[in-house]
C-alpha cells in the first residue's frame, strides 16, 4: 500500500476509533484528539485534572478501542519500584525466576502519578524512553506500541511529590481536563445512571498501530516548518537572544530540543489524522500548548500576576 492510500485509511480509522469512544466519553473532543496524537506519534500523556472527571474511563475506553492491553497502577506513597517492574523470586528448583511487574502491558495508566516518591516514579524513566526495563541486571524488552498515560490531581497537592522535570520532559503532551458544560454534564448523568452500559468495540490491532506509527514518521516535513518549531522553543528560553520580553519577565527556564522533536511528530500526525500529506506552520501551532505547557515554568512574577503558561506561549506564535 501506498503511504498516500495508508493516510487515507488512518483517516478513516480514526473517525470511526473518535465515534467509537464518543459512546462512552460524553465531550472533551480536545482532549480524545490530543492523547490520540500521541499515540499515533509513539508518545506518552500526562492528564492533569480535578477528580470525576473521567480521566481514568477515558484511558481504559482508548484502550479498549486501540484493542490493546491495558494496565492500571494506582500510584500511592508505599508503593516502590518492585511494584511497578516486577521482581525476581526464588522458585520450587532454588533459582530466581522473574515475575513481571504491571509495567508490562501495551498502555500504562499511571494514576495519581504524582502521590508517590520519587524513587518510585524514576521507575518509569527507562521504561518510557528506552521502552525496556532493566531488573537486577537483566534487561527485558517492552511490548510494542507502549504508552505511558498518567493522571495528576491539580489542586490535592498536600502528600504529593511534584514529578521531576527529567520525567515531565518525557510526556509529550500535559493534557489539562476541564469541567464539562452543562449540556454535556446532563448527558453524563443520563448516561451513567440509566444502568445501560455501551460495549465498546477493538478497530486497530497492535501491528496496524506500530505501522501507522512508522507512516506518520515517514512524512515529509519543509524545512521552514522544522525551522518554525525550532524557532517557537528557542523563545521559551529567557537566556536566549531570541526570547521576547514576556519570556525574560515571566519564565524561568525554557523547552529543550525533546519539545523541538515533539513539535514535528505531533504535527505530521495532526496533519495525518486531518488526511493532509505534509504538516504545515498551522499543524505546529495546533499542538504547540500541549507540548510546551509542562516544559516552561513560570517564575513568581507571573504567579503574581496571575497570567497562565497557555498565554505566554500563545503569545510566541
Do not use: C
Not at 484493542?67 to 506513597?77: A, C, E, M, S
Not at 448527558?187 to 468495540?201: L, P, Y
Not at 506552520?281 to 516552561?296: E, F, N, S, T
Amino acid at each position: 500500500m501506498s503511504d498516500v492510500a495508508a493516510v487515507k485509511q488512518l483517516v478513516s480509522k480514526y473517525d470511526a476509533l473518535r465515534q467509537e469512544i464518543k459512546k462512552v466519553i460524553v465531550g472533551q473532543d480536545a482532549v480524545v484528539e490530543q492523547v490520540l496524537l500521541s499515540v499515533f506519534s509513539g508518545g506518552h500523556a500526562l492528564l492533569i485534572g480535578v477528580p470525576g472527571l473521567a480521566k481514568t474511563l477515558l484511558v481504559n475506553t482508548v484502550s479498549q478501542a486501540l484493542g490493546l492491553q491495558f494496565k492500571r497502577i494506582q500510584f500511592t506513597p508505599d508503593l516502590m519500584p518492585s511494584d511497578i517492574l516486577g521482581s525476581e523470586i526464588l522458585d520450587e528448583n532454588r533459582t530466581f525466576k522473574f515475575i513481571k511487574g504491571p509495567i508490562f502491558s501495551n498502555i500504562i495508566l499511571a494514576d495519581e502519578i504524582n502521590r508517590t516518591p520519587p524513587k518510585t516514579q524514576a521507575a518509569l524513566l527507562e521504561a518510557m524512553q528506552e521502552r525496556s526495563v532493566t531488573v537486577a541486571g537483566q534487561n527485558y524488552k517492552l511490548d510494542l506500541p507502549y504508552f505511558v498515560l498518567a493522571t495528576q490531581n491539580p489542586i490535592e497537592q498536600e502528600g504529593t511529590y511534584p514529578l521531576p522535570e527529567a520525567q515531565l520532559d518525557r510526556f509529550m503532551f500535559a493534557i489539562n481536563l476541564d469541567y464539562p458544560t452543562f449540556a454535556e454534564e446532563v448527558e453524563v448523568v443520563k448516561s451513567t445512571t440509566a444502568g445501560k452500559a455501551e460495549t465498546v468495540n477493538s478497530l486497530f490491532s497492535a501491528q496496524e498501530i506500530i505501522e501507522f506509527q512508522q507512516l506518520i514518521r515517514r512524512i515529509p516535513v519543509a524545512d521552514n516548518v522544522i525551522e518554525y518549531a525550532v524557532t517557537l522553543v528557542g523563545k521559551t528560553r529567557p537566556k536566549s537572544q531570541a526570547a521576547p520580553e514576556i519570556v525574560k519577565n515571566y519564565i524561568d527556564w525554557g523547552a529543550g530540543p525533546r519539545a523541538s522533536q515533539n513539535l514535528i511528530l505531533a504535527a505530521k500526525a495532526n496533519a495525518a489524522l486531518q488526511g493532509k500529506f505534509s504538516p504545515d506552520i498551522a499543524d505546529v501551532q495546533k499542538v504547540a500548548i500541549g507540548i510546551l505547557r509542562h516544559r516552561m515554568i513560570k517564575n513568581y512574577k507571573a504567579e503574581a500576576e496571575g497570567l497562565s503558561i497557555e498565554e505566554i506561549i500563545t503569545s510566541l506564535f
